[in-house]
C-alpha cells in the first residue's frame, strides 16, 4: 500500500463506482486464490510454509504437520505484522481446537486468542498448560496477559516463578514491566539504569527479547518524563528492527507529546498499513496543512472502522478512542470506545486515552474510576501531564 499512495483516489473512485452496479463474484471452486500473502525476498519462510502445506493437503489428519505449519504462520505474522497470518494458523489447528492435552497446540491456540484479544479466554487455556508442565513460556505469556489487563499482583508472581527457568535478563524485563510504573521517581530512575545495564552485558541473541526490553525501557522512560532518554532507546531499538509496530507506537507517541508532527510523518510514512501507526500518522497530519494523502488515508481508516463495527471486531478500540479524540474531535465516541476498551485492557495508553478523554468532557465518573484503579494498583504515572493534549 505504501508504493501506491499517487494512484489510491483513483483506485478508490474506481471502486466506488463500480460497486453501485455490481453482484459479488462467486469463484466456481473452493481451490480459487482470493488472494496470495506478500513475502519479502529475505525471508526463509514461504518454502518451509509450501512444503507443510502440501504435506497437509495430502495427509488433513496430520496434528504434528499442522502445529509446524501453525508455528510458521505465526511466525510470519510476527516477521510481517499482518494479521491474516493468524487467522491462518487458527484455520489449520482448527480440527483440533478443543484438545487440551497436546501443549504445543494449546500454546498455538494461546496465540491466536491473545491476538484477537480474548485474553481471559487465552489465560484459561495458559492455566491448563502450566497446570500439566511448568512451562516458562506458558508462564511469562501469562504475565503479558495479565499486564495488560492490569492485575499487576498477578503479573509479578508469574515473573517470580521464572527465576529458575530463564535468563535474569527476561525475569528482570518481567517484573520491570510492573516495577517500572508503580515506583517512585527515583526509584525508577535506579531500575531504569540496573536493566539497561544488564541488556547491555547480557549480549542476548534473542532481537524479540532485546526490542521487549528495550520496549520496556523506552515506555517507562517516556511515562517518567525521561524524554531524550526514551528517544535514545527507541533509536536503538529500531536500529535493530526498523519495523518494530511496537517500538514505532511508542516513538510516535513520544513526538507526539513534544509537538514534533513533521518528525512524526516522516516516522510513520513508510508503516501505515498497520493501523495503530495510521492512527498517529492522521494525528500529525491533523496539526498541519491537510495533504491529498492525508484526506485520503482518512478515508481509509473509517472504511476500516466502518468494516470492523459490521464484523464486531474491537481488536482497535484503543486506536480508534485516539482517533476520534485527536482527529475527529468526537469526544463522547471516542470516550464510547475507550470505555469499551478499558473493560477488556488496561495497559497504560488505554488509560491516557481513557483519562483524557473523560478529562475534556468533564467526565467526574471516569476521572474517579481511573483513580481508584491507579490508587489500587500503585501506579505513579501523572495521567494529566503524559496524556497527550492537542
Given at each position: 500500500m505504501k508504493s501506491l499512495y499517487i494512484s489510491i483516489i483513483t483506485i478508490y473512485c474506481v471502486a466506488m463506482t463500480a460497486i453501485v452496479n455490481a453482484r459479488p463474484y462467486l469463484p466456481d471452486n473452493d481451490d480459487f486464490v482470493l488472494a496470495v500473502l506478500p513475502f519479502k525476498p529475505s525471508q526463509s519462510g514461504p518454502s518451509d510454509i509450501d512444503r507443510l502445506k502440501q504435506n497437509l493437503k495430502s495427509d488433513p489428519k496430520n496434528r504434528l504437520v499442522a502445529i509446524e505449519l501453525a508455528k510458521r504462520y505465526l511466525e510470519m505474522?510476527?516477521?510481517?505484522s499482518d494479521p491474516r497470518y493468524y487467522g491462518l494458523a487458527e484455520t489449520v489447528i482448527k480440527p483440533w481446537w478443543n484438545d487440551s492435552a497436546d501443549?504445543?497446540?494449546?500454546?498455538?491456540?494461546?496465540?491466536?486468542?491473545?491476538?484477537?484479544h480474548k485474553f481471559l479466554e487465552a489465560l484459561t487455556v495458559l492455566n491448563n498448560v502450566i497446570k500439566i508442565h511448568n512451562h516458562s513460556q506458558a508462564i511469562l505469556m501469562r504475565?503479558?496477559?495479565n499486564q495488560i489487563i492490569g492485575r499487576y499482583d498477578l503479573v509479578k508472581r508469574d515473573c517470580t516463578q521464572l527465576i529458575s527457568d530463564t535468563s535474569a535478563l527476561i525475569v528482570?524485563?518481567?517484573?520491570?514491566?510492573?516495577?517500572?510504573?508503580?515506583?517512585?521517581?527515583?526509584?525508577?530512575?535506579?531500575?531504569?539504569?540496573?536493566?539497561r545495564d544488564l541488556l547491555a552485558i547480557s549480549n542476548v541473541k534473542n532481537v524479540e527479547v532485546q526490542l521487549w526490553s528495550l520496549g520496556l525501557l523506552a515506555e517507562t522512560a517516556s511515562l517518567n518524563g525521561y524524554w531524550p532518554l526514551a528517544e535514545e532507546l527507541l533509536i536503538t531499538g529500531l536500529d535493530i528492527k526498523q519495523d518494530d509496530t511496537y517500538l514505532l507506537s511508542l516513538y510516535a507517541d513520544l513526538l507526539l507529546k513534544q509537538a514534533r508532527f513533521q518528525d512524526t510523518v516522516d516516522l510513520l510514512q513508510p508503516f501505515i498499513e498497520q493501523t495503530s501507526l495510521l492512527v498517529r500518522f492522521l494525528v500529525a497530519n491533523s496539526q498541519m496543512l491537510a495533504t491529498t494523502t492525508y484526506r485520503v488515508q482518512q478515508k481509509n481508516l473509517d472504511m476500516r472502522i466502518r468494516e470492523d463495527e459490521i464484523k464486531g471486531?474491537?481488536?482497535?478500540?484503543r486506536e480508534y478512542a485516539y482517533y476520534q479524540l485527536y482527529v475527529k474531535h468526537n469526544k463522547e465516541i471516542a470516550l464510547q470506545n475507550a470505555l469499551i476498551n478499558w473493560e477488556n485492557q488496561k495497559e497504560l495508553i488505554d488509560s491516557l486515552i481513557l483519562y483524557r478523554a473523560a478529562f475534556d468532557l468533564n467526565r467526574l465518573d471516569v476521572l474517579q474510576m481511573l483513580a481508584v484503579w491507579r490508587d489500587d494498583n500503585?501506579?505513579?504515572i501523572d495521567f494529566a501531564a503524559q496524556s497527550l493534549k492537542i
Open positions: 505474522a510476527k516477521q510481517t501443549l504445543d497446540l494449546m500454546m498455538l491456540k494461546a496465540n491466536v486468542l491473545e491476538f484477537d504475565a503479558n496477559i528482570a524485563s518481567c517484573l520491570f514491566s510492573v516495577d517500572g510504573f508503580t515506583s517512585g521517581p527515583e526509584s525508577t530512575k535506579t531500575l531504569i539504569s540496573k536493566l471486531d474491537q481488536r482497535h478500540l500503585n501506579v505513579k
